[in-house]
């Protein structure tokens, strides 16, 4: 069992930067693919980035690319989130969520945290 909670969500004004941290509490965290997901209201929930365990980024969405990047410290069962250049289309309810198998298919994710609120203000 693996449990996530998010952290670092708030109000923004366009062109900031907000950190997301995903902390996991359980067995094994370093084995396992982390990625970030968001859905905005009306939205499906779409990928936005990932992290293989050994650090290796995934692809990221078209939509943040060049302003957002996934890191993690394995020491501290944490991923983060790093969101530059914020856009209002940025807002949405983040999630991080944990994988053994391919990170870019949403249904191979086992465990989901409850997610956390970021709002970019134009």
């Known amino acids: 069992q693996l449990q996530l909670v998010e952290s670092g969500g708030g109000l923004v004004q366009a062109g900031g930067s907000l950190r997301l941290s995903c902390a996991a509490s359980?067995?094994?965290?370093?084995?396992?693919?982390m990625g970030w997901f968001r859905q905005a209201p009306g939205k499906e929930r779409e990928f936005v980035l990932g992290i293989f365990r050994n650090g290796d980024s995934t692809y990221s969405a078209d939509s943040v690319k060049g302003r957002f990047t996934v890191s993690r410290d394995n020491a501290k069962n944490t991923v983060y989130l790093q969101m530059n250049s914020l856009k209002p289309e940025d807002t949405a309810v983040y999630y991080c969520?944990?994988?053994?198998?391919?990170?870019?298919?949403?249904?191979?994710?086992?465990?989901w945290g409850q997610g956390t609120q970021v709002t970019v203000s134009s």
């Open positions: 359980g067995r094994s965290f370093s084995t396992y693919t």
């Open positions: 969520a944990a994988t053994t198998r391919s990170p870019y298919s949403q249904l191979n994710y086992n465990y």
